[in-house]
C-alpha cells in the first residue's frame, strides 16, 4: 500500500504517519529479501497486467487466465489470477445481465428455435443491426456471425438502415466462405431482413431464411450477445465525435479483436479464428 501511494507521488514519511506505520519498519521490511513465492507473484502480476492492457481492459481472470494457459504456456491456478487480479486492483469488464430464459411461441418459418450450437462452419448464420449515436448523428452496423465459431464473416456500416446495409454484411459473408446449400441465415423479422431483395440474396446463394419470433430477442440470443459484448467493451466506454472515428473503431473491434483476440468461452477460451483452424473436424475454412 505504501508503496502504492508512494508512486502516486505522495512521500513516504506522510504514507507512514497516516497509515500508523513506524517508519524504520518499511525500510527494514523494504530492503528484505524476497521468497521465491514472491517474486513468482510480482512475475505472475506483471503478465496479468500485459494480458489484461492487450484485451484493451476488458478480460476478467477467466480470460485473463486462458490467455496465460493457452496462449503463453504459464501453468498457473484460476484462484491464483483471480486472487492476484483483485490484490493489484486489476478487474475486467461488467457483463451483460442475466436474462431469464422464456417459453416464446414461435413462428412457423423458424428454422433454429434456438438451437445455436452447430458441429460445422456455416451450417448457421445469424445477423442483426445495432445502432450507437455520434455527435455527427446515428452509425448503424449490421454483422452476420458464424454460430459454429462466432466469427464476425460479414459486416457493413453506414448512417442509414435500409435493406443495402444489410444486403452489403450479407455479400461480405458469401464472399468470405466456401458454402454448401442448405445453410441457414436467421434474423429478425425487421422490414430490411423481410424485404424481397435480403431474401433473395439468401435464396440465390442457395441458403435458407429463417426468423424468429416477432419481439422475442431470444429467437436471435446469439446475435444479441455479440451486440452486447460490443456495447461493454467498446461502444460505451467514450464519447464518440464522428461517424468515421465510430466506424474505424467497429471494424477494428469486430476485424482485429473479436475474431482474432478475442477468448470466448464458449469456444474453450480461444477465439474464433482460432477455433475454426482446428484440425479435429478437418474442415477448410476460408479466410
Same mark, same amino acid.
Not at 466506424?247 to 475474431?259: K, S, V
Given at each position: 500500500m505504501i508503496d502504492r501511494l508512494a508512486d502516486a507521488g505522495i512521500p513516504i514519511d506522510r504514507c507512514c504517519r497516516i497509515l500508523g506505520v513506524a517508519r524504520q519498519h518499511y525500510y527494514r521490511v523494504k530492503r528484505k529479501p524476497l521468497t521465491q513465492s514472491e517474486?513468482?507473484?510480482?512475475?505472475?502480476?506483471g503478465l496479468i497486467r500485459e494480458v489484461h492492457v492487450t484485451?484493451?481492459?476488458?478480460? /476478467?481472470?477467466?480470460?485473463?487466465?486462458?490467455?496465460?494457459?493457452?496462449?503463453? /504456456?504459464?501453468?498457473?491456478?484460476e484462484r491464483t489470477v483471480h486472487k492476484l487480479m483483485r490484490l493489484a486492483g486489476i478487474y475486467g469488464l461488467p457483463g451483460p445481465i442475466r436474462t431469464?430464459?422464456?417459453? /416464446?411461441?414461435?413462428?412457423?418459418?423458424?428454422?433454429?428455435?434456438?438451437?445455436?450450437?452447430?458441429p460445422r462452419p456455416n451450417e448457421l448464420w445469424v445477423t442483426d443491426i445495432t445502432q450507437h449515436r455520434t455527435r455527427e448523428g446515428w452509425v448503424y452496423c449490421a454483422a452476420v456471425l458464424d454460430a459454429y465459431s462466432r466469427r464476425i464473416i460479414g459486416w457493413s456500416i453506414d448512417s442509414k438502415q435500409d435493406t443495402t446495409l444489410v444486403i452489403n454484411a450479407l455479400d461480405m459473408a458469401i464472399r468470405n466462405r466456401r458454402l454448401e446449400p442448405g445453410g441457414i441465415v436467421h434474423a429478425d423479422h425487421g422490414t430490411q431482413f423481410t424485404s424481397w431483395l435480403f431474401g433473395e440474396k439468401i435464396r440465390s446463394a442457395g441458403l435458407l431464411p429463417s426468423f424468429g419470433s416477432v419481439g422475442d430477442g431470444l429467437d436471435n440470443a446469439m446475435m444479441e450477445s455479440f451486440w452486447s459484448s460490443m456495447q461493454i467493451e467498446l461502444l460505451n466506454r467514450k464519447k464518440w465525435k464522428t461517424?468515421?472515428?465510430?466506424?474505424?473503431?467497429?471494424?477494428?473491434?469486430?476485424?482485429?479483436?473479436?475474431?482474432r483476440q478475442r477468448r470466448h468461452s464458449a469456444l474453450g477460451y480461444r477465439t474464433p479464428i482460432e477455433y475454426e483452424t482446428l484440425e479435429i473436424n478437418n474442415i477448410p475454412a476460408a479466410s
Open positions: 517474486l513468482r507473484r510480482q512475475w505472475l502480476t484485451s484493451r481492459g476488458t478480460y /476478467g481472470y477467466r480470460r485473463v487466465h486462458a490467455e496465460l494457459t493457452m496462449a503463453m /504456456g504459464v501453468t498457473v491456478s431469464k430464459r422464456l417459453r /416464446g411461441v414461435v413462428t412457423s418459418d423458424d428454422l433454429v428455435n434456438r438451437k445455436f450450437a452447430r461517424r468515421v472515428e465510430l466506424a474505424n473503431a467497429i471494424f477494428e473491434y469486430i476485424e482485429i479483436f473479436h475474431n
